[in-house]
């Protein structure tokens, strides 16, 4: 069964740091993509990495796609409390249905 | 383009009551997805329409779900007999695209 582990489960930090949050899998993806969730809505789409070692820039967030297609991260400089939210990888497994990982819960405090 | 849509956005029902959602699609889309979220966890499939056409169905999908997609436009996710576990939030989403979706707001359904 392929899954997508992401990493850490919950982060909180302070407005103005950076950080990285992880997705994992001992599988090979031909895509995978980002969304952001806040609550009581659904996921809106950040950005899709499809060539392994690609690197994407949306504003302060940078995703990378690993070199062997099996990770990618999400990098964040200065965050901002409006960066608070739900990030999930998703990808299409091997019978093209698109996994969700479960989420990385990220709060910024002010 | 004016976004996916769903409605209601929340719904309380009684356990064995029966309940419809609906998903409006952005216009373009030939593909459409239904998704099951609970808390603390990522969406989860449950069926997927190419056009009219329904083409996966999951095993989380039981008998008591049912879903359309009359003339390839809005879908309805139908939820007969409710029992407490269906309690999540039910998601819809649409793509041109293969894998690249763009989400509706959700209907959170609360069975008592």
């Known amino acids: 069964t392929q899954l997508l582990e992401q990493s850490p489960q919950f982060l909180s930090i302070q407005e103005g740091e950076n950080l990285t949050v992880y997705c994992n899998s001992s599988?090979?993806?031909?895509?995978l993509q980002w969304y952001r969730q806040e609550p009581g809505e659904g996921p809106v789409l950040l950005v899709t990495?499809?060539?392994?070692?690609e690197v994407k820039k949306l504003k302060r967030l940078t995703f990378q796609f690993g070199d062997a297609r099996k990770d990618s991260s999400l990098h964040i400089t200065a965050a901002q409390p409006g960066d608070t939210g739900l990030y999930l990888c998703a990808g299409p497994n091997r019978d093209d249905k698109i996994i969700f990982g479960k989420g990385t819960r990220l709060h910024i405090l002010p | 383009d004016t976004g996916v849509s769903q409605n209601p956005r929340h719904k309380i029902t009684k356990r064995g009551q029966n309940v419809t959602f609906r998903c409006d699609p952005i216009s373009e889309h030939n593909r459409l997805y239904w998704y099951r979220q609970t808390l603390g966890q990522g969406p989860e499939f449950l069926t997927y329409?190419?056009?009219?056409?329904?083409?996966?169905k999951s095993r989380l999908l039981s008998d008591r779900f049912s879903a359309e997609r009359p003339k390839g436009s809005f879908s309805t996710l139908e939820i007969q007999r409710t029992e407490q576990g269906d309690s999540a939030m039910y998601l819809c989403?649409?793509?041109?695209?293969?894998?690249?979706?763009?989400f509706g707001p959700g209907t959170r359904l609360t069975v008592t």
């Open positions: 989403a649409s793509s041109r695209r293969f894998a690249e979706q763009y």
């Open positions: 329409f190419q056009n009219e056409a329904q083409l996966e």
């Open positions: 599988s090979v993806f031909s895509s």
């Open positions: 990495v499809v060539t392994g070692g």
